[in-house]
């Protein structure tokens, strides 16, 4: 009898002494001062309103529009023209560590945050080709900042929906932009 007695008691005991170690309230809300994130957003808005709209600053303004009266060069010609590519390349080299934030990560972690980073990082090389306005440089990086895009849609969205329900009818990417159909 005494054992069934001791048992919750000491297990409150327990408790209580993790509650008073951890912070008054609800049991791992942060502390007053503490880092609170906010990941409310769903993927799809972060991506839609995010994501992309950073992406396309930077896509928008390289490489060459055909258009009737010929080539189109889609390169800045002003410093303000530039500032908006780098504006967008740093906006993508945050987008990277915002996705890897607790609440947003999806399973495999390990390869989540794998194209997380890869898109920092390549974020970061393009951001410094526009710096230099350099429109060759431009060109290229964007393109390899939209591999990373292709790369983690293939594994986290295209995949899993084609397990779920069958091969896919539209097209779940994010368009092509222009310059890169060529
Ligand atoms: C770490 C993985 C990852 C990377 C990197 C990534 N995405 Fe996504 N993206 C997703 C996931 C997951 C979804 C689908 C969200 C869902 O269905 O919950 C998505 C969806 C989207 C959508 C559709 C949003 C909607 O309203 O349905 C767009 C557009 C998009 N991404 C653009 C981009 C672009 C542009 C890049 C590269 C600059 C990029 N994404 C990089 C994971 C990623």
């Known amino acids: 009898m005494k054992h069934l007695i001791t048992t919750p008691l000491i297990t409150l005991a327990a408790c ?22 906010n990941t409310d957003l769903p993927m799809t808005e972060f991506m839609g ?6 992406a396309f600053m930077y896509w928008k303004g390289s490489g060459y529009e055909m258009t009737e009266a010929g080539e189109r060069d ?19 080299m945050e987008a ?4 890897q934030m607790p609440g947003r990560t999806r399973a495999p972690e390990a390869d989540w945050n794998k194209y997380a980073q890869l898109l920092t990082e390549r974020a970061a090389i393009a951001r410094a080709a526009a710096e230099k306005h350099d429109k060759q440089a431009v060109f290229d990086e964007g393109g390899k900042v ?3 895009c292709v790369a983690c849609h293939e594994q986290f969205v295209i995949q899993p929906d084609i397990k779920a329900n069958g091969p896919a009818k539209g097209d779940p990417l994010p368009a092509i932009p222009d310059d890169k159909k060529k």
């Open 146 to 148: 939209y591999e990373v």
């Open 16 to 37: 209580a002494a993790l509650l008073t170690a951890c912070s008054p309230g609800k049991p791992g809300a942060p502390k007053a001062g503490e880092p609170k994130f």
């Open 96 to 99: 990277g560590n915002l996705l």
């Open 74 to 92: 889609l390169s800045p010609t002003t410093d303000e023209g530039w500032d908006v590519l780098v504006s967008g390349a740093t906006m993508l």
């Open 49 to 54: 309103h995010f994501v992309d709209p950073a």
